[in-house]
Structure formats: structure tokens, C-alpha cells
């Protein structure tokens, strides 16, 4: 993975199962909400990434073509 692409964020899901174990289910509107959470922000990380990765492909092809007009 390139240094400026971000890593998407991942739940926990076997401490979260422990805890709604625990908890007799009460702790099971938390997970489902963290987890909602973090799939917003996994897919805002995806969006800014794809820009990321569209503007190296471009800063690429362009330098590609100035080496190919020289």
C-alpha cells in the first residue's frame, strides 16, 4: 500500500461477542452501532483513497508523456 493510502478501520467482532455475551445482549446495540460506524468511515477512506490513487495515475501519465516528448 502506498504511504498515502489510508487503512480501513476494523471492529473487533470476537471482543464484542464476548461483551454482548456478557452483558446477556445488552452491549449488542453498541456493536451494531460501532459497527455502522465504521463502515461510514470505511467508505469515506475508500473515496479519499480512489482520489488519491486517480491523481498518482495522472501526476504518472503526465510525467510518462514529458519523458516521451523530450
Do not use: A, D, T
Not at 467508505?43 to 490513487?53: A, G, H, V
Amino acid at each position: 500500500m502506498s504511504p498515502l493510502m489510508e487503512e480501513s478501520k476494523k471492529v473487533s467482532h470476537v471482543l464484542h461477542l464476548l461483551l454482548s455475551i456478557i452483558s446477556f445482549g445488552f452491549w449488542l446495540p453498541v456493536w451494531v452501532l460501532i459497527c455502522l460506524s465504521v463502515s461510514l468511515e470505511n467508505r469515506e477512506i475508500r473515496k479519499r483513497n480512489e482520489k488519491r490513487y486517480n491523481k498518482q495515475v495522472q501526476m504518472m501519465q503526465y510525467n510518462h508523456m514529458q519523458m516521451m516528448n523530450k
